[in-house]
């Protein structure tokens, strides 16, 4: 079952980014989501499946 993901919610991720941080925001969602690292502010536009498997919590917009 696919993820529900918005845009606008926070996702932490198991896998950090080369900045240190862990927690990306949703820009995009689709086949691909885009998603902006909330530490160092780099966008990636990443494969749904593979940002599904990396998720290890959302921290819903609300
Ligand atoms: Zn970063």
């Given at each position: 079952m696919p993820l529900d993901l918005r845009v606008g919610d926070i996702v932490k991720l198991k896998k950090k980014h080369?900045?240190?941080?862990y927690h990306w925001e949703i820009s995009r969602t689709g086949i691909d989501i885009g998603l902006r690292c909330l530490c160092c502010g780099r966008k990636v536009l990443v494969p749904r499946v593979k940002v599904e498997r990396n998720i290890k919590l959302i921290i819903k917009k609300d």
């Open positions: 080369p900045c240190g941080g």
